[in-house]
T-cell receptor, first 116, second 111 residues
Framework: DAGVTQSPTHLIKTRGQQVTLRCSPKSGHDTVSWYQQALGQGPQFIFQYYEEEERQRGNFPDRFSGHQFPNYSSELNVNALLLGDSALYLC???????????????FGPGTRLTVL | EDQVTQSPEALRLQEGESSSLNCSYTVSGLRGLFWYRQDPGKGPEFLFTLYSAGEEKEKERLKATLTKKESFLHITAPKPEDSATYLCAVQRNQAGTALIFGKGTTLSVSS
C-alpha cells in the first residue's frame, strides 16, 4: 500500500521565480493538506483541498495557491518566490469521507525548496 | 490565540534511561491532540491521537497521556533508534482539520 508521495525531492529556485510541487495521497484518502516547515520549526498549515476545492486556509499570502485533481492528487504553487520561502513543504492526506478517522493526517517525505 | 508549547527543546538520554516529553496547549475547544515522530529530512510519522482528558495510548516503548492542559509522551527504556524529533499538534473544534504544531523536542539516545 503506497503512502503519500511527493515530487520533486529537492528544488532550487531564485527569487521572483515560480514553483509547482506535487503530491499523491495515500490510497483510499480523498483530502490533501499542505504544510510549510522552516528549519527548526514545527509545520505550519497552508491550506487543505477536498473535492477539488480549497476547504480551509492558514495564514499564508495569495502567492501560495493550489489545486486538486479528480484522482485526489494535488499541486502547490508559489509565485514570486522570496528567500523566506525556503523550507520543507509537506503534503498530508486523510480520509474525509472514504472511511477511517478523518482527523488523522499522514505525511509524505516532503519537498525541500531552496530559494537563492 | 491557539498555542502549542513543547519542552524541553532538546533531550539527551542514555540507553535505558526513561523520561517524558511535555506538550502544553492553549486552544479554544480541543478536538484532538496528535503525536508525530520526525527523522531528519523526512516527513512526520503518525504515532498517536488522544481525544479526551485521562486517555492513554501505548506503542512499544512510547506511552502518550492527556490532561485538560497538557500531554506527555513517556519513553520507557529508550534505544538509540528512538532518536528523532517528536512533534505535538492539536486540532480545534469547528475549525476544520488543520493541525497546529509545536516546535518539537529533539531526542538523542546514546548507547
Amino acid at each position: 500500500d503506497a503512502g503519500v508521495t511527493q515530487s520533486p525531492t529537492h528544488l532550487i529556485k531564485t527569487r521572483g521565480q515560480q514553483v509547482t510541487l506535487r503530491c499523491s495521497p495515500k490510497s483510499g484518502h480523498d483530502t490533501v493538506s499542505w504544510y510549510q516547515q522552516a528549519l527548526g520549526q514545527g509545520p505550519q498549515f497552508i491550506f487543505q483541498y477536498y473535492e477539488e476545492e480549497e476547504r480551509q486556509r492558514g495564514n499564508f499570502p495569495d502567492r501560495f495557491s493550489g489545486h486538486q485533481f479528480p484522482n485526489y492528487s494535488s499541486e502547490l504553487n508559489v509565485n514570486a518566490l522570496l528567500l523566506g520561502d525556503s523550507a520543507l513543504y509537506l503534503c498530508a492526506s486523510s480520509p474525509l469521507l472514504a472511511g477511517g478517522n478523518q482527523n488523522e493526517q499522514f505525511f509524505g517525505p516532503g519537498t525541500r525548496l531552496t530559494v537563492l | 490565540e491557539d498555542q502549542v508549547t513543547q519542552s524541553p527543546e532538546a533531550l539527551r538520554l542514555q540507553e535505558g534511561e526513561s523520561s517524558s516529553l511535555n506538550c502544553s496547549y492553549t486552544v479554544s475547544g480541543l478536538r484532538g491532540l496528535f503525536w508525530y515522530r520526525q527523522d531528519p529530512g523526512k516527513g512526520p510519522e503518525f504515532l498517536f491521537t488522544l481525544y479526551s482528558a485521562g486517555e492513554e495510548k501505548e506503542k512499544e516503548r512510547l506511552k502518550a497521556t492527556l490532561t485538560k492542559k497538557e500531554s506527555f509522551l513517556h519513553i520507557t527504556a529508550p534505544k538509540p533508534e528512538d532518536s528523532a524529533t517528536y512533534l505535538c499538534a492539536v486540532q480545534r473544534n469547528q475549525a476544520g482539520t488543520a493541525l497546529i504544531f509545536g516546535k518539537g523536542t529533539t531526542l538523542s539516545v546514546s548507547s
